[in-house]
């Protein structure tokens, strides 16, 4: 029961990823602003990280596959949320030498994947790394950097503003419910605790959902 | 700190609104004046204003003057909104 609600969990966590991307690369259409890109490419790669879990608990026993789908679920969701800092650390800067580095970044990042990929599969087990369970802890804090990093722009960008800005906290709020969630999961990295597994799923599904939100409220008469 | 440098889409999107707010106002407005207030030279602006015609969004009127089509006001509409996501995401300005 709790596997098929794991299963579900991450399924429609990319869902939700999916759904955004498409809002995202909808936005990015009307604006070509090419540092925006990052955005949706970032939430791409954190649709598949959900997919990878949900196959990774799918094909629990066999041992060398799941392995390598959890490596993937690491590498794809540190890949997604740097993309999501690098949008907002670029956003402010000029077009042209973002839209290069970022086309560069997004290739070398899809093919150290799939390199990886394989290189794990065909690897003897004498050479494997370390498990990817010890692993994941490291990564939650290497997505907490980048996370708090976009929450530390938003804020200072909020701070910076003399006019009334309660219509731009959405964001801020959605990626500190998503650091949360990064937050959770990394106490249970490290205690096991059962509150935090849950709370850190309930907080990535409400973050997903508020962007989604955020979404629908945009191009509203704002008084 | 040096202004943002718009993008072609930017551009297309402050010419159609420049259009709809000084046909508010003025029902025979001049090109000269919309290419001022978009900051564009006259023969950029021109060009813009063509691609913008054979589209669709903009046409010429019998007596001359310009209109926003309905094409162009969805075009506005939408791309407003996604601006205004993008604001909202903290993204733009």
Excluded at chain 1, 95 to 100: F, K, L, N, S, T
Excluded at chain 1, 156 to 179: G, N, Q, T
Excluded at chain 2, 21 to 30: F, P, T, Y
Excluded at chain 2, 50 to 76: C, R
């Amino acid at each position: 029961m709790i596997r098929e609600a794991l299963v579900l969990s991450e399924f429609v966590s990319a869902g939700l990823a999916l759904v955004l991307v498409y809002f995202l690369f909808k936005a990015y259409g009307f604006t070509r602003s090419t540092s925006l890109l990052g955005l949706p490419i970032g939430f791409s790669y954190l649709a598949s990280s959900y997919v990878f879990l949900a196959l990774y608990i799918l094909f629990e026993e066999n041992a060398v596959f799941s392995s390598s789908l959890l490596w993937l679920r690491l590498i794809t969701q540190s890949f997604g949320f740097a993309f999501i800092a690098f949008s907002y650390y670029f956003s402010a800067k000029t077009d042209r030498p973002v839209r290069q580095l970022l086309m560069v970044i997004s290739a070398a990042s899809v093919l150290s994947i799939l390199v990886f990929f394989v290189a794990l599969l065909v690897t003897p087990p004498f050479l494997v790394l370390p498990s990817a369970h010890v692993a994941g802890n490291y990564s939650r804090v290497l997505n907490l950097v980048f996370l708090g990093y976009v929450v530390y722009y938003l804020v200072a960008r909020l701070r910076s503003r003399d006019r009334d800005f309660s219509d731009l906290v959405s964001a801020p709020i959605s990626f500190s419910v998503l650091w949360l969630a990064q937050y959770s999961m990394f106490i249970w990295g490290i205690d096991g605790s059962g509150t935090a597994f849950i709370l850190a799923h309930v907080a990535r599904l409400a973050s997903l959902i508020l962007f989604i939100v955020v979404y629908c409220s945009s191009g509203r008469v704002r008084g | 700190m040096t202004a943002e440098k718009r993008t072609k889409f930017q551009i297309y999107f402050d010419i159609l609104e420049a259009l709809s707010d000084e046909l508010r106002n003025d029902s025979m407005l001049q090109p000269t004046k919309v290419a001022h207030r978009v900051n564009l030279p006259y023969d950029r602006f021109r060009s813009y204003l063509d691609y913008l015609m054979q589209v669709g969004m903009v046409s010429s009127k019998p007596d001359g003057g310009l209109a926003v089509t309905e094409k162009g006001v969805e075009y506005l509409k939408e791309h407003g909104r996604h601006r205004d996501f993008l604001r909202l995401m903290g993204l733009l300005s």
